[in-house]
C-alpha cells in the first residue's frame, strides 16, 4: 500500500464511507418507495412524500459529495490544497444534511428536493414554516460548504496555471505554443469550478430569497424567475457531481491501459462546450411554461441535445480507443468505471428525446424523467465513485474480478439496468412521476421495478461493505494504515502549501 | 492564540447583539415593520384633537366612553391604494354594524387643503361611509402648537409626493383604545384580525 | 499619499454635497453616497498595516456596521433624523471602509473569496426582492424609485462579478512553478503505485 503521495487521503476515504453508506441508505428509501408503489408496503401519502424528498435531497447531496471527494483526490495529485478546507466542507455538509433530515422527519417537510416556490409556503397544514426554513437553511449551508470548496480549488489552480483560462487549455485550443498543458483532471475541474460557482451563487441567492418570503410573507416573489434559478441551480449541481466523478476516469484509467489520459485540443474544446452548455441545459424543464419567448424554448430544446454529447463522445471515445489498443485489465475499479461512462451516455440519450418539445409536453411528468436521471446516476455517477471507493482499497496489484466481486458487479449492474427500464417504460405508457398511490394496472411494473431495485440495493451494499473491509484489512495490513495516511496526508498538505507559496 | 480567536468571538457576539436590537429581535427589518412593534410594546397616548367631518361638523378624535376608534390615513384623489384600503375599511364597518360593537372609524386626509368637506363627502358617497359609524374628516382646527405634522408623526405615517402630484404614504388601520392610546396597527386586508380586537376591547 | 488624502477628501465632500437630493433618490443615496463614503474611508486607511491578530476584528466590525446599513429602516431612520444621518456620515468611512480596507491583506484567501460570492449573491437578493416587493420597503421612497433601485443592485452585482472573475480567467501571465514543485509533482509520479503510469508529461 502506497497511497501515501496522495494528500488526505484519510479525509476522502472517510468521506467515500459517509457517501457509500447514505447512498445504501437513501437507497433503501427508494426500494420502499417502489413497494409502496406496487402495494407491497402500506405507506402513507405523507410519509411518502417526505421519503420522496429525503431520497432526492440526499441523493443529489450525496453524489454531489462524493464527487467532489473523488476530484479533490486526483488534484492533490498536480496542485497542492488546504486540508483545513476539505474538513470545513466536510462539516458544513453534514450540519446541512442535519437540518434538512430534522425539517423532513421532525418537522414533516414534504415539498420536494427541489423546493419549488411557491410549494414550501403552502404546506396545507402538512408542516410548519419553521421546517421548510430549516430545510432551505440547510440547503444554505451545504452550498457554502461547496462554495468554500470551490474557492480553494480555483485558487490553486489559478496560482499554479496563472488563470483559470489556461487551466481550461485554451493555449491549446487557439494553437499557441506551450509545454505547460493542463492535464485533464485540472482542465475538468477548473470547468466545475466556473459552472459550479455561478450555481451556487445564484442558487444561494433564490435560497435566500425563499427563505425572507417564509418569514415574511408580504416579501412577494417573483415565481417564474424562482423557478428559473431554482432549475438551473438544480441541474448545474447535479451535472456538476458527475463532471467531478469523472475525474476519477482519466486518473485511474491509464493504470489499466498503461497509456497516460491525455489533454487533446478535442479534449480541452468539448470541456469548454460543457461550460458554456451546462448552464443552458435546464431550458427543457421549461418547455411547459409557454410565457416565456419562443426564442428560449427552441434554444432550450437545441441545447439539450447537444449539451453533454461533445464531452461525452470525446470521453467515450477516447475510453474505447485506449482499452482497445491495450490489454485491458478487468477488476471491479475499471469494470465500474468503464460501465459509468457507458451509463452516463446512454443516460443522456432519454434526456435528449424527453428535450424535444413535442414529447416533453407529454413526457415530462411522467417516470420517463426518473427513468433518464437515474439512468446516469445509477450506472453514471454512483458506478464512478464505487470504483473509485474500489481502486482506494484495491491495493498495489491489479487482481481480476474475483468471485464475489463478478456477483457484486453483476448484480448491481443487472439491477439498475433493470429497474432503469421499468421506469422508462412506464413513462412511455403515461404513468406519472412522484404519484405517492398507482393505479392497479400500474401495479406489476411497480413490482417489477421493485425486484430490480432489491438488486441494487444488494450490490451496494456488496460494495460498501467490501469498501469498508477493505479500509480495516489495509489497517491491520500496514500496521495502522488510516491513521497512518492521515499523518502522511498531514505531511504533504502541510509541506505542499509552502511550496506553492513559494511558487 | 488566545487574541486571535477571542477577540473576534466577542466582537462577533457583541456584533450580533448589536443586530439584534437594531431589528427588534429579527422581527423588523423596516421603518413600518418597527413602528408597529413599538406602538405595540409602548402605546402612545393621542392628545385632545378635534377634526372636521364631512357634513362640517366637529369631531373629536379620541374615543368618547368606552368606545375604540379606527383611524386610517387617506387623500381623496387617491387611485389605488386608499380606494383598496376604503374597500376593506367598508368590510369592517359592516361587520362592526352587524355586531353592534362601541366603535368610529374615521378616514382622515393629510391633504387638507384639497380635501374640502364636499370632497370628503364625495369620497364617503363612493365607499358608502354614510358617518354613523364610519366618517370621512380632515384636520383643521389643530390648535397653534399642534399640526399635520404631529399628527403624522405621532401615528407614524410618512407622507411623500409622488410624480403625479398625489402622494405615497404607509397604509394601515390604527387603533386608538378606550383610554385614549394608540395601541395597534393592522394592514389594510387584516380585516378579521380588527373586527376581533374591536369586539374583544368592546 | 498626499494624493489618497485628496482623494477621500473629495469624495468625502461629494457625498455631503448629495445629500440634499439622496432624500428624493434611494438609488443616489444606497448607490452612490454610501459607496463613496465607504471608500473615502478606505482611502485613508489603505496604507496603514495592523497587525494580524487584531485583523478579523476588523473585519467583524466592518461586516456588522455594512450589516445594518443595508437594513431598510436603518435608510429611513438617516433620512428622518438628523442623529442617525450623523451616525451614518461617520460610521460607514471609520466603521466599515476603513477597517475592511485594514483587515482586507491578512483575511484568508479563502475566506475573501467566499465574502466577493457573498457580495454578489447578496446584491442580487436584494434586486430581486426590491424590483417584486409590492409593499414599500422604505418610507420616505416611492415604489417607483425602489424598483430603480433593485435593477440598480442588480447591474452592480453583473459589473462586481465581471470586475472580480476577469483577472481570474486570464490572470496573470502564466508562471510556470519554480523547478522545485515541478520535481516534486514529479516524484510524486515516481513514489506512486503506478509505475505503469507515464509521467503526465
Ligand atoms: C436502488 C436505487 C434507487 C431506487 C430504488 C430509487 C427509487 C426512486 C423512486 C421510486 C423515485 C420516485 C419516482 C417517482 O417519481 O414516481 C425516485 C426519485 C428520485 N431519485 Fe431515486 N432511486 C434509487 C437511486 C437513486 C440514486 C442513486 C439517485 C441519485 C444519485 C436518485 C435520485 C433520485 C431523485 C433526484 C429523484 C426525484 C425525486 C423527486 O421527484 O422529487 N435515486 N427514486
Redesign the interface.
Known amino acids: 500500500m502506497n497511497y501515501s503521495y496522495t494528500p488526505q487521503s484519510g479525509a476522502v476515504k472517510f468521506t467515500m464511507i459517509l457517501s457509500g453508506a447514505v447512498f445504501a441508505l437513501m437507497m433503501v428509501l427508494g426500494l420502499l418507495m417502489r413497494a409502496a408503489q406496487g402495494e407491497w408496503l402500506d405507506i402513507e401519502p405523507e410519509l411518502f412524500y417526505q421519503i420522496l424528498t429525503a431520497h432526492g435531497a440526499g441523493m443529489v447531496g450525496t453524489a454531489g459529495l462524493s464527487g467532489a471527494a473523488v476530484m479533490w483526490y486526483f488534484l492533490g495529485r498536480h496542485i497542492p490544497l488546504t486540508k483545513a478546507v476539505f474538513w470545513i466542507f466536510l462539516s458544513l455538509f453534514i450540519a446541512g444534511v442535519v437540518f434538512i433530515l430534522g425539517s423532513i422527519f421532525v418537522g414533516g417537510f414534504a415539498g420536494g428536493w427541489t423546493f419549488l416556490f411557491p410549494l414550501p409556503a403552502m404546506s396545507g397544514g402538512l408542516w410548519e414554516v419553521g421546517a421548510a426554513v430549516s430545510f432551505m437553511l440547510g440547503y444554505t449551508l451545504i452550498g457554502v460548504g461547496f462554495l468554500i470548496y470551490y474557492i480553494e480549488v480555483g485558487r490553486q489552480i489559478i496560482k499554479r496555471f496563472g488563470g483559470l483560462a489556461n487551466a481550461l487549455g485554451w493555449q491549446l485550443i487557439l494553437g499557441r505554443k506551450t509545454d505547460d498543458i493542463p492535464p485533464p483532471a485540472i482542465v475538468a475541474a477548473a470547468a466545475v469550478v466556473i459552472f459550479n460557482s455561478i450555481a451556487i451563487v445564484l442558487g444561494a441567492a433564490v435560497l435566500v430569497v425563499s427563505i425572507v418570503n417564509l418569514l415574511?410573507p408580504e416579501f412577494e416573489v417573483d415565481a417564474l424567475l424562482a423557478k428559473n434559478l431554482i432549475y438551473f441551480f438544480g441541474h448545474v449541481f447535479i451535472n456538476a457531481s458527475i463532471y467531478m466523478a469523472v475525474v476519477a476516469v482519466y486518473e485511474i484509467i491509464p493504470e489499466y491501459t498503461g497509456r497516460p489520459w491525455k489533454t487533446t485540443r478535442i479534449f480541452a474544446i468539448a470541456w469548454n462546450v460543457v461550460l458554456i452548455f451546462v448552464m443552458a441545459i435546464y431550458w427543457h424543464h421549461l418547455l411547459q411554461d409557454t410565457v416565456l419567448p419562443a426564442w428560449m424554448l427552441i434554444t432550450g430544446q437545441l441545447v439539450s441535445y447537444f449539451s453533454g454529447i461533445p464531452l461525452l463522445a470525446v470521453t467515450a471515445f477516447s475510453l474505447c480507443v485506449y482499452i482497445r489498443g491495450s490489454n485491458m485489465k478487468w477488476d471491479l475499479t475499471s469494470a465500474l468505471l468503464v460501465i459509468s461512462i457507458a451509463g452516463w451516455s446512454v443516460g443522456s440519450i432519454p434526456a435528449s428525446i424527453d428535450g424535444m418539445i413535442a414529447v416533453n409536453k407529454v413526457m415530462h411528468n411522467t417516470q420517463w424523467v426518473p427513468g433518464h436521471f437515474h439512468t446516469y446516476l445509477l450506472l453514471g455517477e454512483v458506478a464512478m465513485s464505487f470504483g473509485f471507493m474500489a481502486w482506494l482499497v484495491r491495493g498495489k496489484n491489479i487482481r481480476t474480478l474475483s468471485g464475489l466481486d463478478k456477483a457484486a458487479f453483476i448484480t448491481y449492474v443487472f439491477g439498475a439496468v433493470g429497474f432503469i427500464l421499468v421506469f422508462l417504460i412506464s413513462g412511455a405508457a403515461s404513468v406519472p412521476r412522484r404519484w405517492a398511490v398507482h393505479l392497479p394496472e400500474w401495479i406489476l411494473q411497480d413490482r417489477v421495478g421493485t425486484i430490480f431495485a432489491a438488486l441494487v440495493v444488494l450490490g451496494t451494499l456488496g460494495f460498501v461493505v467490501r469498501y469498508v473491509l477493505g479500509l480495516i484489512f489495509e489497517n491491520q495490513a500496514s500496521g495502522d494504515q488510516i491513521s497512518g495516511d492521515q499523518n502522511s496526508g498531514d505531511m504533504s498538505s502541510g509541506g505542499q502549501p509552502s511550496l506553492g507559496q513559494k511558487a | 492564540m488566545t487574541?486571535?480567536l477571542i477577540?473576534?468571538l466577542l466582537?462577533?457576539l457583541m456584533?450580533?447583539g448589536?443586530?439584534w436590537q437594531?431589528?427588534d429581535g429579527l422581527r423588523?427589518?423596516?421603518?413600518?415593520?418597527?413602528r408597529r412593534i413599538s406602538v405595540a410594546e409602548n402605546p402612545r397616548s393621542v392628545p385632545e384633537t378635534y377634526l372636521q367631518a364631512m357634513d362640517g361638523a366637529a369631531i373629536p378624535l379620541l374615543p368618547q366612553k368606552n368606545e375604540t376608534v379606527l383611524v386610517e390615513f387617506i387623500y381623496t384623489s387617491c387611485g389605488d391604494i386608499c380606494q383598496v384600503a376604503a374597500f376593506d375599511f367598508s368590510e369592517i364597518r359592516d361587520q362592526l354594524a352587524l355586531e353592534n360593537a362601541d366603535v368610529r372609524m374615521i378616514s382622515i386626509s393629510f391633504d387638507p387643503e384639497q380635501d374640502t368637506p364636499e370632497q370628503l363627502s364625495y369620497y364617503g358617497e363612493a365607499h358608502n361611509a354614510d358617518g354613523t359609524l364610519w366618517t370621512v374628516a380632515r384636520p383643521v382646527s389643530l390648535s397653534e402648537d399642534q399640526t399635520l405634522s404631529d399628527l403624522l408623526e405621532l401615528f407614524g405615517v410618512?407622507v411623500?409626493a409622488?410624480?403625479w402630484g398625489g402622494f405615497?404614504h404607509?397604509t394601515a388601520i390604527h387603533l386608538i383604545d378606550e383610554n385614549g392610546q394608540f395601541s395597534r396597527v393592522f394592514d389594510t386586508d387584516d380585516v378579521d384580525q380588527v373586527v376581533a380586537t374591536v369586539l374583544e376591547s368592546s | 499619499m498626499m494624493f489618497r488624502y485628496g482623494v477621500a477628501a473629495v469624495f468625502m465632500a461629494s457625498a455631503f454635497a448629495l445629500s440634499p437630493f439622496v432624500v428624493?433618490d434611494p438609488v443616489l443615496h444606497v448607490l452612490v453616497q454610501i459607496p463613496l463614503l465607504l471608500l473615502s474611508g478606505g482611502l485613508v486607511a489603505s496604507r496603514i498595516t495592523i497587525s494580524k491578530?487584531?485583523a478579523?476584528?476588523y473585519?467583524?466590525?466592518a461586516?456588522?456596521t455594512l450589516?445594518?446599513w443595508m437594513?431598510?429602516?436603518?435608510i429611513?431612520?438617516a433620512l428622518?433624523s438628523t442623529w442617525y444621518d450623523v451616525a451614518k456620515f461617520v460610521s460607514l468611512p471609520l466603521l466599515v471602509g476603513a477597517p475592511l480596507a485594514l483587515s482586507w491583506k491578512h483575511i484568508h484567501p479563502v475566506l475573501r473569496g467566499f465574502l466577493k460570492a457573498n457580495a454578489i449573491s447578496m446584491l442580487g437578493i436584494l434586486a430581486f426582492l426590491y424590483i417584486h416587493a409590492p409593499?414599500?420597503?422604505?418610507?420616505?421612497?416611492?415604489?417607483t424609485d425602489q424598483q430603480n433601485l433593485g435593477y440598480g443592485f442588480f447591474f452592480v452585482a453583473i459589473a462586481l462579478s465581471l470586475y472580480w472573475s476577469w483577472p481570474l480567467i486570464f490572470g496573470a501571465p502564466t508562471q510556470r512553478p519554480p523547478q522545485r514543485t515541478r520535481s516534486q509533482h514529479l516524484s510524486y509520479e515516481g513514489t506512486s503505485s503506478m509505475s505503469s503510469h507515464p509521467a503526465v508529461d
Open positions: 415574511a | 487574541t486571535r477577540f473576534p466582537a462577533a456584533g450580533g448589536f443586530l437594531a431589528t423588523a427589518i423596516t421603518a413600518e415593520e418597527a410618512t411623500i409622488n410624480e405615497e404607509n | 428624493s491578530d487584531i478579523y476584528v473585519l467583524i466590525i461586516l456588522v450589516i445594518y437594513l431598510p429602516r436603518s429611513d431612520a428622518s409593499i414599500r420597503i422604505c418610507n420616505s421612497y416611492l415604489v
